[in-house]
């Protein structure tokens, strides 16, 4: 389960990454995207979310705050809208900006696209001197739907958490935006966060009795392909 879910991230990763260091396309955002490459570095926008079959990959500047994006879903356009710092939906460009990673994965809401994605966002060009960003982004409903085959039994939660112990992406899409100690005893949220921080790819199993003195199976991994944590539940009488 791990392994197909840290592959999928992976590979939007690596095709954000050799997008972000090609030095055309930094020299195309890093000039106010003359026209002379214009339709060479578009083209490979539309071609890349077409190819992959992401729900949209984009590019945006940092000096002209413009967002190029190709849409693969619905009517399937390219398009470009223009980033504000007025607008709490576009807070994303400069809180990766100042945040100054070079890679980030990221739930969100596109304006425009009007729909909620998980970003694979990458940053182009110098940390300290970014050109723009660029990334991959993977249609949540999908996502959500996936996670609901990987996962076995009806009362089980499989979750992946961030750092501040928030749930990204989860099997059920109301629990998205959630803290999952909400759904854990508190000393097991500390464990899981405690040895988190040491461990990568190590899957930890381990079990503990909730308030209705049923015994709760779990087991957690930090992914390869971020910070964020795969966290699985399930009752005993529905694992057995």
Known sequence: MAAKINSRISRAVETSQIFAKDPMNIKWVGEQEEKVSDDLVLNKI?????????????????????????????????????????????????????????????????????????????????????????????????????????????????????????????????????????FIPQNIFDEIKNKSQDTTENVNVSQYVNENNEIMDYAYCKLASSDWILFYKIPRAESI
């Open 46 to 182: 539309e071609s890349i979310a077409k190819s992959y079959d992401y729900s949209n990959f984009f590019i945006a500047s940092t000096k002209t705050r413009h967002y190029y994006y190709s849409e693969n879903f619905g009517e399937k356009h390219m398009g470009v809208t223009t980033l504000s710092k007025d607008n709490q939906q576009d807070n994303w460009f400069d809180e990766m900006i100042e945040s100054k990673k070079n890679m980030e994965l990221n739930v969100n809401y596109d304006r425009a696209m009007d729909d909620s994605f998980l970003f694979v966002n990458i940053l182009m060009g110098e940390v300290n001197d970014p050109v723009g960003i660029t990334g991959v982004g993977l249609s949540l409903n999908e996502i959500t739907k996936e996670f609901q085959n990987y996962k076995v039994g009806s009362q089980s939660n499989l979750w992946m958490v961030d750092n501040k112990g928030i749930i990204q992406l989860s099997d059920k899409k109301d629990d998205i935006g959630r803290k999952y100690n909400e």
